[in-house]
């Protein structure tokens, strides 16, 4: 099908059990999509959007207008890495990267009504994650991105679409394709057993 990222996303042949989640998470990062409220303005209702941007001065002030874009459009709002950032802002949830999966538990305990998703790069992350009941995994890198340029030197260091459809058979827990996901790529993941799609470049057009 020709469409945008976003346009293919919403064709997604998902499971049921994943019809009230979202298809398509946007990730912020200034570096590659410096106008993250241009890509906000253009995504459907009901999809999901992290604040990621850790190194950025100003997160607090953005995260501050993304919030209140996402809460006016019916999108949910993630915070990457800072409890205490999303709970400033009210987001709907918090995103950890792989290396804090441990301190979801707690967060869970803490702050019940607090959504959690996690980075996933290794099938032992999604067990994890399911086993904790988190709200959804990213897995990544599918293809070569950017993000990971050593990828484009060693394919091996990609998920490829193989293993991931053999992860979303496996596991219950709604798993995210991320990673080199754009327009053309996206095509592959059509008829595949993911939740959604999640990128940040990818949403350029």
Known sequence: MTGNLTEIALELNRESRFDNMPRVIFITDNGAQPYPEDVIERLPKNSMVILRDYDL????????????????????????????????????GIHLPEFMLSEAEKIKQDYPSMLISVAAHKEETIVEAERLNLFASLLSPIYPTKSHPETFEDIGKTIGIKRLNEVCEKYKIPVYALGGINK??????????????????????
């Open 184 to 205: 053309e790529t996206a095509q592959e993941l059509i008829y595949s057993n993911i939740a959604g799609i999640a990128g940040i470049r990818g949403f350029k057009d």
């Open 57 to 92: 001065e100003t997160r607090a002030n953005l995260g501050k207008a993304l919030r209140y874009m996402c809460k006016t459009k019916g999108i949910k709002f993630f915070v990457a890495g800072d409890i205490k950032l999303a709970l400033m802002l009210d987001a709907d």
